[in-house]
């Protein structure tokens, strides 16, 4: 397991976090999101989606579950388990490993409502507020190719 954490002071730092983030995702990558409501985990979605090529318009998918995006260079997967009761939960498990396998990029947002149920080798990354305009992003690895992923991130800074 690594960690890195960086403060974002603007949506340009928040961008420049998005690519040099990115970069690093080509053979894809489970990620988790944690954040009150606002501090940023879908604002931080689109812009890692961008630079992954989505032209598609990235939304929150806080009423469908699943948003999928598939005109990058690999395909995107934007699950949202707020609304999700335990039953509901249940019914995507077997989705959610589905997502977290091959070159793919999945991002959950609201992975706390997931009863553990979240693939092992993953990234988490836990948005808080710093200021009013600051965010915190603290990442941590589960996994070899993760624990990479954050290793790079971190030469990035």
């Not at 318009?57 to 609304?83: A, M, Q």
């Not at 009761?85 to 249940?90: A, D, P």
């Not at 603290?138 to 624990?147: H, I, P, Q, R, V």
Request: proline content about 2%; aromatic content about 12%.
């Amino acid at each position: 397991m690594k960690t890195f954490s960086v403060i974002c002071h603007s949506l340009k730092d928040t961008s420049l976090l998005a690519k040099n983030f990115a970069k690093l995702l080509d053979d894809g990558c489970f990620v988790n999101l944690f954040g009150e409501i606002g501090a940023g985990k879908t604002a931080f979605v689109k812009l890692v989606a961008e630079q992954m090529g989505i032209k598609e318009h990235v939304t929150s998918p806080s009423f469908v579950i699943l948003n999928e995006y598939h005109t990058g260079k690999i395909p995107v997967y934007h699950f949202d388990l707020y609304r999700l009761e335990n039953v509901g939960i249940k019914t995507i498990c077997d989705e959610l490993r589905e997502y977290s396998e091959g070159r793919v990029l999945t991002f959950v947002e609201w992975a706390e409502f997931s009863q553990n149920e979240i693939p092992f080798n993953r990234i988490e990354i836990n948005v808080t507020y710093e200021a009013e305009e600051a965010r915190k992003y603290l990442f941590t690895s589960y996994g070899a190719k993760e624990d990479k992923i954050i290793e790079e991130l971190k030469k990035c800074y």
